[in-house]
Structures are given as C-alpha cells and as structure tokens.
C-alpha cells in the first residue's frame, strides 16, 4: 500500500512539474516574441534592433530546445525507476560481477549509472555546442576541445568522485543509523576542499590562466580592492574564447586562495571603468557575505536531505514505488546502499522543482544588494552601461516573461536591474 501511494504521489508530482514547466516555457516564447519587434524604450538608444531580434530568436531557440531535453530527461527517468531499468541494471551487474566484492559492485552500479545517463546527454551538449550555439555566433569550440573536454570531465570525475562515494557508502554500511550525520561531515568538508582546489589545480585543466598584463587596467582594479578591503592572490585573465563568445568575470578560491579572473571575451568589449563596476559588483557578493550565506544554506539543505535520505533507505516502500523490488535485490545478498543514492538523487529534483522561485528570489535579492555596492564604489553609469553590452553580447533577451523569471532567473530582468541602478545615481 505504501510503495503504491508513493508511486502514484511520484507520478503526479512529476506530471505536475512537467506541466509547469511546459506553461512556464510557453509563456516564456509567447511573451518574447510579442515584443520581438521593437526594442524596450530605455534601451532604444543602445542597442540595436537586430541585436534585440537576434536575443529574442536565441532565447526562443534555447527554450525550444530545452523543451525537447526537458521531455527526454523524463522519459530517462521514468525509465530508470517506475519501468525497471535501474533494478535491470543492478540485477545484471551482479550477474556479471559474481559473488564479489558488495563496495566494488555499488561503485560499477554508480559508474555504470553515470556512463548511461552522460552517453544520453552526449549528443544533446554536442547539438547545444555545435548547432544551436553555432547558429547564434558563440561557438568557438573546436570538435577536438569538446571531446577532450568530455575526456577530462571523466576522468576528473573518476579521480575526485570515486573515493568520495567509496567513503560514503562504507559510511552508509558500517556506522549506523547516524551514517547520514559523519557523511554530511565529509560532504561538507569536501565542498570546501573544492573551494581551495578549483582555481589552482582544476580549473587550470581546461583552460589557460594568465595574469593581468594592462598595467593601467590593473592599477584601477588594485585600487578598487583597497577601497573594498578586498585581498587576492592575483588578477588572471582566461581563455575563455577558445570555447565560447560570451563574457564574464568572477572571482574563486577561500580564505587567502582567492583570485579574480576575467574572460578575454569581457575584457575585449568592455571599457576600464565598466570593467571596473563589473568587478566592483562581484567583490559585493563577497563583502556582503553572499558566499558564505549561500555556502551556509548549502550546508544546511545537505543535512536535510541526508537526514531524509537516511530514513528512506531503511524502508522498502521507497524502492518499490520508484520500480525497485527490494525482494528481488535481497535474494541477490548485496547492498542496497548504492540503489539508494540513486533512486534518491533521481526523485529529489522532481518533488523540490516547485522551491525554484524559492532560490531565486534569494539570488536575485543578492544581485540588488551587489549593485548597489557597485554604485558606491564605481559609477552607476559605468555599471549601467557595462551591463547594456554583456546583455547584447550575450544575446539575453530583454524582455523575458515575467512569471517565467521570476521562477527560474537568478538575476532580475535587464529592465528591472537597470532601473534600480539609475535610482542610485538620482
């Protein structure tokens, strides 16, 4: 009774979610090409009619497509779990492995997991890179990048994944009912390590860093961080051109690791002084303390969902309303720890789809207070019209359909964003 309630509150809620975001895409086209004629007024005088078309028509595009992924992904999924392929997959390993070692079975059922579910989205990131990106001018990438990229996205994933899931799922055996609580630890602990890693040992893998050479550009930014009271360990440039058109800048790393990196594509289009507001905007995320709040939240989300997790495995409703007969997995005498994970990870995104607006309220929330940093420590203006550019060059539509942004949007729309700055300036 309970595996069959909970398959059916499965199916309804995904059903429920699909239909959300099919509505919310709809809106999202309808709304983009009613206002594909005419550029928004404030923005009249900057960009161009065929910039503005040409946003519409990429968002148009972009949103089709993700249609067609999105209809996929579900049909992979209910494939994996209501139709059996999950228990297929795990019933077949053990065929194949024997009576061998329960950790290397519940590391080759994950691996084997991935290496299905990264060959479905192969042919779709390649039709996103080579076609749809290709269309609209911002491909870059070389056919050879794109597949050696994927080779060291494995292999970086092999190298940092594997011993992470081995810890967790010894946990998972061997320290009892509080096993969610020691692998929260370990997560967390693991997030952080990333933190420290990823611009001087990942990063560096798939693209070339180099360090400011415009010593006029440098002496404006140096300048900036004294004011903010911000400390780096340098000011880098990426190549990130070698793969795509579009811009940006961030700044990564913890504690005394962090640097600031721009794309060569930003630093190409933008003036000094916007590139400035720019940076002046991203070091307001770090001085309002955005990072660690979205660190904290991260860490405390994690604990719930281990802590719920933890209770799930335990109940054999839980497999079988996701297509997983717990009788047929025990007669095979190995865990079931790793069938967990997956079933959990493949469940979570469908009953928590309707929390987006959730997250990005907070982001966009953010977004506000970063510019209005930037405002009293660079020009409004500056700000202004370094984001005017990024929006053409990016071909981000401005005119998104309001419901559409505000649930999926981490930023506010152009409009919207532009017309807090100008009321800094007043």
Do not use: C
């Amino acid at each position: 009774m309970y595996s069959l309630a909970f398959s059916i509150l499965f199916v309804s809620v995904l059903v429920l979610t699909l239909a959300v975001r099919f509505w919310l895409a709809s809106r999202q086209i309808r709304h983009v090409l009613a206002h594909r004629t005419a550029v928004p007024a404030e923005f009249a005088e900057k960009i161009p009619l065929a910039a503005h078309q040409k946003a519409a028509d990429y968002t148009v595009a972009k949103t089709k497509f993700g249609l067609l992924t999105l209809l996929v992904n579900y049909a992979v999924l209910i494939g994996f779990t209501l139709l059996g392929v999950l228990q297929w997959l795990a019933l077949h390993l053990n065929e194949w492995m024997g009576s061998g070692s329960p950790m290397l079975y519940q590391i080759g059922l994950i691996a084997a997991f991935a290496a299905i579910s990264g060959l479905i989205d192969l042919p779709f990131d390649y039709y996103r890179q080579f076609v749809l990106e290709q269309r609209f001018g911002f491909n870059t990438m070389a056919r050879k990048l794109f597949f050696t990229d994927m080779l060291k996205g494995v292999g970086l994933g092999a190298v940092i994944g594997l011993p992470l899931i081995w810890v967790v799922l010894t946990l998972m055996a061997k320290s009892g009912g509080l096993w969610w609580l020691y692998a929260w630890f370990v997560w967390s602990g693991f997030q952080l390590l990333m933190m420290v890693l990823f611009p001087t040992v990942i990063a560096p893998l798939f693209n070339k860093f180099t360090p400011l050479a415009d010593e006029a550009l440098k002496s404006r930014i140096e300048g900036l961080m004294q004011r903010v009271g911000f400390a780096s360990k340098g000011l880098f440039v990426m190549d990130g051109s070698k793969r795509s058109a579009h811009g940006n800048a961030y700044f990564s790393g913890f504690g005394a690791n962090k640097r600031i990196v721009f794309f060569d594509t930003l630093l190409s289009r933008l003036a000094p002084q916007e590139i400035e507001a720019v940076l002046a905007h991203e070091l307001g995320h770090f001085k309002l303390k955005h990072i660690v709040k979205r660190i904290a939240m991260m860490f405390v989300i994690s604990l719930g969902f281990l802590a719920l997790l933890g209770f799930l495995k335990t109940q054999p409703w839980f497999y079988a309303g996701l297509g997983v007969d717990p009788v047929a997995l025990a007669l095979t005498g190995q865990p079931t720890d790793a069938l967990a994970l997956l079933l959990f990870m493949l469940a979570l995104p469908v009953f928590t789809f309707l929390l987006g607006p959730l997250t990005s309220l907070s982001s966009r929330k953010h977004e506000f207070e970063a510019d209005a940093f930037a405002a009293t420590h660079t020009q409004a203006d500056d700000l202004v019209s370094a984001l005017v550019k990024m929006y053409e060059d990016n071909a981000s539509t401005l005119t998104p359909d309001p419901l559409h942004s505000a649930f999926y949007d981490s930023h506010p729309p152009a409009s919207v964003r532009i017309r807090h700055l100008k009321g800094a300036t007043t």
